[in-house]
């Protein structure tokens, strides 16, 4: 098996038959690649974002006093993932823990809603790519 341009077309030549791949095609699955890479950029860059850099810019205030007085605010609330910024912001760190705790539910949800949005897409992008290979054929 071998490919072998001929006239302003790219061949998949084997022993029993050859292929013929036209440079529209070949477009296309080099567009779409390079979709699914800028897709898959996007997701690890969301995926390895640092916490720790968003965390100290969510609680608006600049005192100890002040971040834990509306850290306390916020926890009754139930704003806990954002409490649980200004615990920190504060310095204590089990309250802050605790709010995180308390945050993981409602976002571990969002969380799962998202990927699973972010799966059917990929499916159907891939699916997309299936088709027009296969309409060619």
């Known amino acids: 098996m071998y490919w072998k341009y001929q006239g ?36 690890t860059r969301v995926l390895f974002a640092d916490p720790e850099q968003s965390r100290a810019a969510n609680c608006e205030v600049t005192g100890t006093q002040q971040a834990e007085s509306l850290a306390d605010t916020l926890y009754e609330k139930q704003q806990y993932q954002h409490a649980g910024e200004c615990y920190q912001a504060a310095g204590d760190l089990s309250r802050a823990q605790q709010a995180f705790l308390k945050a993981v539910g409602p976002n571990s949800e969002a969380a799962g809603h998202a990927l699973k949005d972010q ?3 990929a499916k159907a992008l891939f699916a997309k790519v299936q088709r027009g290979f296969h309409s060619q054929h």
């Open 8 to 43: 302003g077309s790219l061949s998949l030549s084997t022993e029993d038959s050859p292929k013929l791949i036209d440079r529209p095609q070949v477009r296309r699955l080099r567009q779409t690649m390079m979709l699914v890479g800028v897709f898959l950029l996007t997701a």
């Open 119 to 121: 799966g059917d897409a």
